[in-house]
């Protein structure tokens, strides 16, 4: 019997990969620019980490995390997310005392146990962006800036920003209490999971994907009527900051985002032809979390986009191919020689060069370099080894010419570098 990958996780093949180097270096081109510096922590962290951060009562922590006894019967679990684990590691290394603010994005994958669909996965990928030390709103309107700045970047089009604010611990408990009195009131058609969240938790409430629930929540009272003066100022001016960056955004007054570290600002881009799994990317502002963890009282925002998810929307896409710029093709033995040595010739200066080693004819060679987009062969026969030369042709327009050997370099230096400025 063969053995295939585990239900959810999936192995992302030759074609496919391109794409995600694409969308990795995109990002940390611009995570470049606008001043981060990676961070890379490990894919298992203690059990305690996740579960009051991320919040008890959440579907995360209640009924998705990959929780595991090592051998030294010590309860571990696999990240569900990252920015729990880059804080923790923010406090265990003190990066506090080296600098005011902090910029920091990591790439890797995520681990949840949710019933895999399309979009959906139990292994994921996520780009991860986290801007600590400043509850300053320009820091929101900076964060969304750079998301969208990735997002166009990838070449997403049609999304969709919604924009919330969750208030702070002062003025969560007044909204607590108003959607407490008005869930008690629908109590008899909650599904089971609400009624106990009402009592819990009732913020959670938001996260149900029971129709039902939904439709009532519809007549649910609203968190912006209930924030405070200063989360309210706070909220619009990060709304004017972005409104000024042209950025279209919706205000989403259910937009609670399935994390309990979230305050103030939340923020979510869905697109719609992903189906019912939208969401390409989500965050939001989280300034009790990291001295809930013991660290220093330091506010903190940021989001994390969805590497499967964007990989979906750039399926259509033929240019992620990996294609050799030069095809060889010896015919002969010693021709193969010859060959070889331009081959590496070519590898030293970095250009992307393929070549095989079985005896083939002229033609099925030709048709390899074809099939995988080459854009020159390089035909190396006897009659040209004796001349010391080789025939290039143009895989585009199908024009060959003849070149000598000790030129070869040359004449696809100038040709792959002048492509690639
Ligand atoms: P999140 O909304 O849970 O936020 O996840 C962010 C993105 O990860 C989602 O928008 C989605 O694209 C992708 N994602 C989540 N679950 C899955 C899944 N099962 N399969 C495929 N893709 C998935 C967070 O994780 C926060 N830590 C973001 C953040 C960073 N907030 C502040 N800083």
């Known amino acids: 019997m063969t053995i295939t990958a585990l239900k959810g996780f999936k192995d992302i093949l030759p074609g ?33 980490l996740f579960i009051s951060s991320i919040g008890n009562y959440t579907d995360i922590v209640e009924k998705e995390m990959y929780t595991l006894i090592d051998r030294s019967g010590d309860s571990i679990t696999l990240r569900p997310e990252a920015t729990v684990s880059v804080m923790r590691a923010f ?35 996520q780009i991860n962006a986290e801007y600590i030390g400043t509850a300053s709103p320009f820091a929101d309107a900076e964060m969304i800036y ?22 702070c611990p002062l003025c969560r408990p007044s909204f607590n209490s108003a959607l407490q009195d008005f869930l008690g009131e629908q109590k008899e058609v909650l599904c089971p999971d609400c009624q106990r969240r009402m009592e819990t938790n009732p913020l ?27 989360c309210l100022k706070h909220f619009e001016q990060v709304q004017e900051l972005i409104a000024g960056l042209s950025i279209p955004v919706q205000r989403d007054p259910r937009l609670v985002r399935g994390l309990d570290y979230y305050c103030r600002t939340t923020f979510e881009v869905s697109v719609s032809h992903l189906g019912s799994q939208d969401a390409v990317a989500g965050g939001g502002r989280y300034d009790g979390l990291i001295r809930e ?5 330091r506010p903190a925002i940021g989001f994390a986009i969805g590497l ?11 240019e992620w191919i990996n294609r050799p710029f030069v095809f060889l093709i010896p015919l002969g033995t010693a021709a193969r020689d010859q060959a070889f040595n331009l081959l590496t010739v070519l590898y030293k200066k970095e250009i992307p060069a393929m070549m095989e080693y079985e005896d083939k004819s002229l033609k099925s060679q030709l048709k390899r370099a074809d099939k995988i987009k080459s854009h020159y062969a390089a035909i190396l026969g006897t009659e040209e080894l004796n001349k010391n030369q080789i ?3 143009n895989l585009n327009d199908q024009s060959q010419e003849f070149i000598p050997i000790p030129h070869f370099l040359d004449y696809f230096l100038e040709r792959y570098y002048k492509k690639k400025v």
């Open 146 to 167: 750079l998301l969208i700045q990735i997002l166009d970047h990838l070449g997403l089009e049609e999304t969709r920003l919604r924009i919330n604010s969750l208030g």
């Open 293 to 297: 963890l013991g660290g220093p009282d």
């Open 391 to 393: 025939l290039i042709r």
């Open 91 to 125: 406090i265990e290394h003190n990066l506090q005392g080296q600098q005011p603010v902090h910029r920091l994005y990591s790439i890797g994958p995520m681990f949840r146990h949710e019933r895999p669909q399309k979009g959906r996965f139990r292994q994921f990928h």
């Open 204 to 230: 959670r409430v938001f996260d149900c994907k029971v129709e039902r629930c939904g439709e009532v929540l519809t007549a649910a009272p609203r968190i912006t009527t209930f924030i405070c003066m200063e």
């Open 16 to 48: 496919e990969s391109e794409k995600w180097l694409f969308m990795e270096e995109t990002a940390r081109r611009i995570f470049q620019t606008f001043g981060f510096s990676e961070i890379r922590t490990p894919v298992l962290e203690k059990t305690d």
């Open 308 to 318: 499967d998810r964007a990989a979906l929307l750039l399926s259509t896409l033929e």
